[in-house]
């Protein structure tokens, strides 16, 4: 065989290698880090760390503990932000270690003795035992049976298991290919200098072209998703695939080694040279006064870099010195390996010999590279647009038989404390859902609360209350109590009121609980484009000045959404359909600072209502409770207020009173009783019982 033939059998030996070492890579992470028990564990516990993926995993144990307690929604905040500072912690990191181990035992082991295994199948036992004692029982745990069932079955955890070990002998036999390889380029070789440069340029180009398909890959992942999505799965990636940077960056370097170990070797360098070599290239002048210029510059550079961080300066030094160590090491094997070289070698010692190998793996590379640049690229630009679009909707509000009924003769499924929810950190939430979700499930009336307040630096609302505010939060809580609630908000801890006041919704006082005025607004107003055939009404309790909350809104543009339509007596309201075709879809009114003859009407002058004090859901089934209340007698709009009156506020009482038949039996109750078509139907927790179905049941009915 000629030495040319020789030398192209050689590359395409490194060729085959490196890309043995190239796809080892990957599959020997995977192997430590999601495969192996302990590295999945590890990267589990890790991150936990991150402060989106612990906020979403306290979130999710919070709902769960909800489910099980519905008692538990009033504290939901106070849990949360509880679960979170657990989960930071230690003994919290070593629950999620263990749970990670317990889990992957179940998805990938064969052992039939895993726990986890163990209790599933003992779930699935006792379910189908409960079956048949209580089916009732049985039912409200049944929707964990899509989880129990797969880990229980072994035939799924055996495919893993298998997938695993496949990947655990690749990731052992690729590597051995790719030695066995360069060993068979270096003895092809005629110039064993140059094979062994070559190799080393092809081991460097694999780290580097596994660090960019490294990025590239983990932005296409997080391309698909959005928000708080793509901080949870940047946590996540983040944990699982940090180390791959650094594994990638040992093979380059390790590469880079081997070929200027090579290149030392060619150029006859000793390794004990390289020290006064730098030093003595720092000292020469340059040849140009913008060279020396440069040099001066990254000098001084260097030196503030060491001066501002010390310590990292120690391991930039520290690791330099190890990369030289290793250095003079690799060149002393090379010279055993190698020995000396022949005269056809020195005759023929070229610089660019090394350059006609990395040519090809360069464009090699940069081919790949750029690939998959285009690919993120095209990913980027051709994403599903996310931003909200309308949603159809049939007729008015959900039924076309609605576009022709008049404003007062339309039951509106309303929502109490609307902005009051534990997903809005409340403490003491009166729901569960935010209040736009409230309104994607059907829910149409609001009921709110409006305050003056300021945000101090720890984020603590602290109330403007006024004296109407203070007579209603001392019905709730007591004197005693709002004055603890005071003397905490007013504690170091919450730190001093400061800024300028600004509109809030809260329920009580804000220091409990509170929703940015514009926030909630907007958002509103954001709902409405987007749902273009509904109609909404808005009854706000106002401790906050009219004019603060006729701004709020004029900020926010939904003035433009407000109905400016004047009742008087004999005078009909525009049906749902004219609301719609005439854009004003939003009927807004303040229980006592409402103004005449603006779209901000005086609540209680066009309303009446029912009482609200009731303390068990017997109360809501007897005459009395449709009683009047507040309200003009000629008023024409009936608001049944249909929760039991708690503090904190029970969803339990929801199951019972959010029924509906037992929401459709009161407002015809109150509907007989005061001779009022029933309009808004109040309820606290919208999440629970089926107020939308009472309220479309009692809308099917002649007016």
């Not at 500072?85 to 990670?100: E, M, P, V």
């Amino acid at each position: 065989m000629s030495d040319r033939s020789r030398r192209r059998v050689a590359r395409a030996l490194i060729a085959v290698g490196a890309l043995c070492l190239l796809l080892t890579l990957p599959l020997a992470y995977l192997d430590r880090n999601v495969f192996s028990p302990e590295g999945f564990a590890d990267n589990a516990a890790d991150a936990v760390q991150n402060d989106a993926v612990r906020a979403a995993l306290a979130e999710q144990a919070t709902r769960e503990i909800v489910l099980l307690d519905p008692r538990a929604v009033s504290a939901s905040p106070v849990l949360t932000s509880g679960l979170e500072a657990f989960l930071a912690s230690s003994a919290g990191r070593n629950i999620i270690r263990t749970a990670a181990i317990q889990t992957h035992n179940a998805f990938f082991s064969r052992d039939r003795g895993s726990i986890v295994v163990d209790v599933a199948n003992l779930s699935i036992i006792a379910g189908e035992l409960l079956r048949t004692r209580n089916p009732r029982l049985a039912n409200t745990i049944e929707r964990n049976q899509h989880i129990i069932v797969p880990i229980a079955d072994r035939s799924a955890a055996t495919k893993l298991a298998s997938a695993a070990e496949r990947v655990r002998e690749l990731a052992i036999v690729l590597p051995i290919i790719a030695l066995l390889c360069f060993a068979g380029a270096q003895w092809l070789t005629p110039g064993r200098r140059r094979a062994a440069g070559e190799i080393g340029i092809a081991v460097f180009l694999v780290g580097v072209t596994g660090l960019l398909l490294g990025i590239v890959g983990r932005g296409l992942i997080l391309t698909s998703f959005d928000g708080d999505a793509r901080d949870i799965a940047a946590g996540v990636l983040g944990a699982f695939t940090g180390s791959f940077t650094w594994w990638c960056l040992a093979v380059a370097l390790t590469g880079a080694i081997v070929a200027a170990s090579a290149a030392s070797l060619n150029e006859g360098l000793d390794p004990a040279d390289v020290p006064r070599m730098v030093w003595q290239r720092i000292r020469t002048p340059r040849r140009t006064t913008l060279g020396e210029i440069a040099g001066a510059v990254a000098l001084i550079a260097l030196g503030a870099l060491v001066i501002a961080d010390p310590v990292g300066a120690v391991r930039l030094a520290a690791t330099t010195v190890g990369a030289y160590f290793v250095f003079a090491g690799v060149v002393a094997l090379l010279r055993l390996v190698i020995g000396a070289p022949t005269a056809e070698e020195e005759q023929e010692l070229d610089r660019r010999a090394a350059w006609r190998i990395a040519a090809p793996w360069a464009v090699g590379a940069g081919v790949v590279v750029l690939g998959t640049v285009a690919l993120f690229a095209i990913a980027l630009t051709g994403r599903e647009d996310t931003t909200p679009q309308p949603v159809a909707s049939r007729g008015c509000n959900g039924a076309k038989a609605l576009c022709d009924r008049t404003f007062d003769r339309v039951t509106f499924p309303t929502s109490h404390n609307a902005m009051s929810t534990a997903q809005d950190g409340f403490i003491n939430a009166n729901h569960g859902l935010g209040f736009t979700r409230q309104l994607d499930r059907g829910i149409r009336g609001l009921l709110v609360d409006a305050y003056l307040g300021q945000r101090n630096r720890n984020g603590v609302v602290r109330t403007d209350l006024a004296p109407k505010a203070v007579v209603a939060a001392e019905a709730k809580l007591g004197a005693d109590g709002l004055a603890a609630v005071q003397r905490l908000a007013g504690s170091v801890a919450f730190g001093p009121i400061e800024g300028r006041k600004q509109l809030y919704f809260c329920h009580i006082v804000c220091e409990l609980g509170a929703v940015e005025g514009q926030k909630f607004l907007t958002e509103l107003r954001d709902w409405l484009d987007r749902n273009p055939n509904e109609v909404l009404s808005i009854m706000v309790e106002d401790a906050a000045p009219a004019a603060d909350i006729m701004r709020g809104f004029e900020d926010a543009g939904l003035a433009a959404y407000a109905s400016d339509f004047q009742w008087s007596p004999g005078k009909t309201f525009p049906t749902l359909g004219e609301m719609v075709r005439s854009g004003k879809r939003l009927w807004v009114a303040g229980e006592e600072r409402g103004i005449p003859g603006t779209w901000y009407h005086r609540g209680y002058d066009v309303t009446q209502e029912t009482p609200f004090s009731f303390t068990s859901p017997k109360q809501l089934e007897t005459a009395a409770s449709c009683r009047d209340n507040r309200g003009e007698p000629d008023a024409p709009l009936f608001l049944i207020n249909s929760w039991v009156e708690t503090y904190p506020p029970n969803p339990k009482n929801a199951d019972i009173v959010n029924r509906k038949a037992f929401l459709v039996d009161r407002a015809r109750r109150c509907q007989k009783i005061r001779g009022l078509w029933p309009q808004l139907l109040a309820v606290d927790f919208v999440e629970r019982g089926d107020v939308v179905g009472a309220a479309a049941q009692l809308n099917g009915q002649t007016p």
